[in-house]
C-alpha cells in the first residue's frame, strides 16, 4: 500500500494563527515553485479571513527554514535553455513582496539554516526571530548569481558597508549578527520557539516577543565595522579587493579570498546592485534583480557555479570571464538592461502575467 504523499507545504489554522510549515526537511526545506503559489495563495486568502490574526511561518526538521530555492532545478533549467527559472523567480519575487506588505503580523521563525530564497520569505517579514541556532546567508556569488529575494535590497540599508562585506564574500551571519545588519528583529532560544507559537495565539506577536525574547551580545560583523567600512570604501571591485589584501586584519584577509573566489562577474554585479538599491523601493530592487538573474540564467557562470558547489562538488569553478578586470562596465551594463517581462510595474503593482509568467 502506497502511503500518501506528504504536502511540501503544510497548512495549518488554529487559535487565530494561520501556520506555514516548510515541509522538506531531506532538502532543508529548499523553495521550488509549486511552493512559492501554495504559500502565496494561502496568503491572500488569510488576508480577508477574519478568524486569522496572525501568520506563522517555519520550516520542518531540524536543520533551518530554508536552505534557498531548489538550484539543482535552476541549474537543469541553465543547461537545458528553458524558462522554469524565469517563472519561479517572478513568482517568488512577488511572494517576497506580497509578504513585506502583508496586512496582518507575519512571524518569520529563522531557526537553522536560512539561506538565499529563505532570507526572501523571512527577512521582509512584519516579525523576524532568529535563534542561538542561526545561520542567515547569501551565497548566491559563489555560484554566479547575485543576492536576489531583495537581498539587495535588505544589504543596501545594512550600518555601513556591512551590506557589501556580506554580499561581495557570500558570508554568513548569526541570528546576533542577523539583528545587528537589520535582517531580523528578536532573538528567542531555540528551545522556545513552541512556547512562542503558543504564547502568540494568547497574546499575540508582539507581547510575545517581549516575554520571550533575549538580549543579544554583540554582533561579530558589527564589530567589525571600523575595518569593513574603511575597505569597502573602494569604488571599484578592483580597489575593494585590494583594500582587503593590504589590511592586516585576519578577516580582511579571510574576505579578499572569499571575494576573489566567487564569480567575478557575480562580484560586479553585486557591488553595483547594492549601491543602486540603496535608493529604490523593494519593488524596484527585486526588478533590477529580476533583469540581472534574467540574462544571468543564460550566462556561463551560473551553470558552472551550481555544477562546482552542488553537482561534482569539487569546489573548483572556472569562471568567465575569469578575472574582475575582465568585466568591463559595458558587460556589467548589459546586466541591467530592462527586459520585457518584470514582477512589478513603476508604481510596484504586480505586473500581469505574460510570456514568462
Not at 9 to 37: C, D, E, F, Q, W
Not at 70 to 86: F, N, Q, V
Not at 338 to 347: I, K, L, S
Request: aromatic share 4%; glycine share 10%; hydrophobic share 40%.
Amino acid at each position: 500500500m502506497t502511503l500518501p504523499r506528504e504536502p511540501e507545504v503544510r497548512l495549518a489554522v488554529g487559535r487565530g494563527i494561520g501556520r506555514i510549515t516548510l515541509n522538506r526537511p531531506k532538502a532543508i526545506n529548499a523553495l521550488n515553485h509549486s511552493m512559492v503559489l501554495t504559500i502565496s495563495d494561502a496568503l491572500s486568502a488569510w488576508a480577508v479571513d477574519d478568524a486569522i490574526e496572525s501568520v506563522v511561518l517555519d520550516g520542518a526538521g531540524d536543520r533551518g527554514l530554508c536552505a534557498g530555492g531548489d538550484i539543482r532545478a535552476i541549474h537543469h533549467d541553465t543547461k537545458a535553455g528553458g524558462t522554469a527559472s524565469l517563472d519561479f523567480w517572478l513568482d517568488e519575487y512577488r511572494l517576497n513582496s506580497q509578504i513585506a506588505h502583508y496586512v496582518k503580523p507575519f512571524v518569520a521563525m529563522m531557526d537553522g539554516l536560512v539561506m538565499g530564497g529563505g532570507v526572501g520569505l523571512s527577512a521582509h517579514a512584519s516579525h523576524r526571530v532568529v535563534t542561538d541556532r542561526t545561520v542567515v546567508g547569501m551565497p548566491e556569488v559563489k555560484i554566479g548569481l547575485i543576492p536576489d529575494v531583495g537581498g539587495t535590497y535588505l544589504l543596501a540599508r545594512a550600518p555601513g558597508r556591512t551590506g557589501l562585506h556580506v554580499g561581495l564574500t557570500a558570508g554568513s551571519m548569526t541570528g546576533i549578527d542577523a539583528i545587528a545588519l537589520g535582517l531580523a528583529d528578536r532573538l528567542v532560544p531555540h528551545q522556545q520557539q513552541d512556547q512562542l507559537i503558543h504564547r502568540i495565539a494568547e497574546v499575540g506577536p508582539t507581547t510575545a516577543l517581549k516575554e520571550l525574547s533575549d538580549d543579544p551580545s554583540a554582533s561579530t560583523i558589527f564589530a567589525a565595522r571600523p575595518w569593513i567600512d574603511d575597505c569597502y570604501d573602494g569604488p571599484t571591485a578592483e580597489e575593494i579587493l585590494a583594500n582587503l589584501r593590504a589590511n592586516p586584519v585576519p578577516e580582511a584577509g579571510e574576505a579578499a579570498s572569499a571575494v576573489a573566489a566567487a564569480s567575478p562577474t557575480s562580484v560586479k554585479l553585486t557591488l553595483r546592485a547594492i549601491r543602486a538599491a540603496g535608493e529604490l523601493s523593494l519593488e524596484a530592487a527585486l526588478n533590477q534583480e529580476y533583469r540581472m538573474v534574467s540574462a544571468l540564467l543564460r550566462a556561463p557562470d551560473l551553470a558552472e557555479g551550481i555544477r562546482a558547489q552542488v553537482i561534482d562538488k569539487d569546489r573548483n569553478p572556472q569562471w568567465t570571464p575569469g578575472t574582475l578586470g575582465e568585466v568591463t562596465e559595458e558587460l556589467v551594463d548589459h546586466y541591467f538592461r530592462p527586459t520585457v517581462t518584470q514582477p512589478f510595474d513603476g508604481a510596484g503593482s504586480v505586473v500581469q502575467r505574460g510570456a514568462h509568467d
